[in-house]
């Protein structure tokens, strides 16, 4: 590939390309990899904006498709030099059942995987989180800790769990020969809390901050500081990792990296003010209003609903066990393992990335 560098040559594949952060990996790799000839787009429910990308010089490719169809993947891999592999079931709301958790994240990603054995494709860029690590649910903190940061991880839900799982799939894959004798080069990207243009969770704060008459009440202790971090530079460093690959595969082969830019340190409240406060809302509350016994006591009561509903009817709030536990344990990252390893540097600004996801909310959240 590195003799001919800009010829347009290379097939990439992105599964999950039609999801949050899928659609910014596309849209990354159609700026910023002059060297890519197809690029499928696989996911569970094809998007129509990819219409519009069928009529510019790079062609792509979209496949609806289901990852955790063996022979789906297999015909969707073939071929590809690179596959990124970001589609998954983000559940932590008790949505999807644990056993489909597991199918989409786990045997969705070894499907990935055989299939890049079985066709020849060397280069995976596996999108895990930082879930793999923590928050656990005893609240120990992480601190601004790094990849090589001691910590216990103790996964007790679902999406963690799957998460970890696949990770260690992938990792545990680099090296394997694929079709061809050549070896696997695998690598998986923690993000934090991934915010920008398309994440839906903070246009339901929004919209429940209208429906309060543009108010939101504290409920975290503002001293508690949760990892955040912006799509576009979580998908420029998909798109580094991939591309790098291969010139450092000694070095990069069965590595992790946390996704990571300049974004504040805040917590997950005062951090969503910061898009949330220039469309009109505010944050009411220096303290948390409610105290903790009973945020713990209406979690565990959705738990119980939940559970007491699902042969009637899906319930599935924000608030329940595993997602205060998340909210209210300090969890931050401050590394420079993918400036050391393949030159990272964030391609947003956090004033960018800011203003960028206030104009979005500002543009679609009043639609809704
Ligand atoms: N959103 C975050 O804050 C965050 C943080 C860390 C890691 N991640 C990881 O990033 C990845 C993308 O997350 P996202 O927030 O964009 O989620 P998303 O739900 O917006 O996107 C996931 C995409 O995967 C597709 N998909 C789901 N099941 C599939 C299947 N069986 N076959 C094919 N496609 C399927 C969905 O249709 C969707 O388009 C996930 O792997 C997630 O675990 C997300
Ligand atoms: C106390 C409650 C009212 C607040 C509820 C907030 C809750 C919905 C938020 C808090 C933290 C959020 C998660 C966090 O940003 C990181 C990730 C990792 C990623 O892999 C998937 C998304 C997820 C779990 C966020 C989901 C929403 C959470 C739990």
């Excluded at 390309?17 to 790799?29: D, I, K, Y």
């Excluded at 004798?181 to 994440?199: D, F, K, M, N």
């Excluded at 798109?239 to 790098?244: G, I, Q």
């Excluded at 998340?326 to 050391?340: G, I, L, P």
């Amino acid at each position: 590939m590195a003799d001919t560098a800009q010829a347009q040559e290379l097939v990439y594949l992105v599964t999950g390309g039609c999801g949050f952060l899928g659609e910014h990996v596309v849209q990354m790799l159609l700026q910023r990899e002059p060297r890519l000839r197809e690029l499928r787009v696989f996911d569970l429910h094809l998007s129509p904006w990819l219409e519009e990308l069928k009529t510019g010089p790079v062609q792509v490719t979209a496949i609806q498709g289901d990852v955790t169809q063996a022979h789906e993947v297999e015909a969707a891999v073939a071929g590809a030099h690179v596959v990124i592999h970001t589609a998954g079931l983000v559940d932590v709301f008790g949505r999807s059942s644990t056993k489909t958790i597991y199918d989409v994240n786990v045997q969705g990603t070894q499907n990935v995987i055989d299939a890049c054995v079985q066709t020849g494709t060397r280069f995976l860029v596996y999108t895990s989180s930082m879930e793999v690590v923590g928050p656990n649910t005893r609240g120990h903190p992480f601190y601004r800790g790094n990849e090589d940061t001691p910590y216990e991880a103790v996964h007790s839900h679902p999406y963690p769990r799957s998460k970890a799982l696949a990770e260690r799939l992938v990792l545990e894959a680099n090296g394997r020969k694929v079709h061809g004798g050549l070896p696997l080069v695998t690598c998986a990207l923690r993000p934090t809390g991934i915010y920008g243009e398309g994440h839906q969770i903070i246009r339901d704060f929004y919209h429940q901050g209208l429906r309060l008459g543009c108010r939101l009440f504290r409920t975290i202790p503002a001293s508690v500081e949760h990892g955040r971090v912006y799509v576009g530079n979580v998908a420029w460093m998909h798109v580094l990792v991939a591309r790098e690959l291969e010139k450092r595969e000694e070095l990069m082969g069965g590595q992790t990296y946390f996704c990571y830019d300049n974004s504040p340190y805040k917590s997950y409240e005062d951090f969503n003010m910061e898009f949330l406060g220039p469309c009109g809302l505010r944050l009411v509350g220096t303290r948390p209003l409610v105290p903790y016994w009973l945020l713990v006591f209406l979690a565990a009561l959705n738990a119980l609903l939940q559970w007491l509903l699902r042969p009637l009817l899906l319930y599935a709030p924000l608030l329940n066990p595993y997602t205060l536990a998340m909210a209210n344990t300090t969890f931050t990252v401050s590394t420079d393992k993918a400036q050391r390893h393949f030159g990272y540097e964030p391609l947003f600004s956090w004033e960018d990335s800011r203003s960028r996801t206030i104009r979005w909310v500002q543009t679609t959240g009043s639609a809704q």
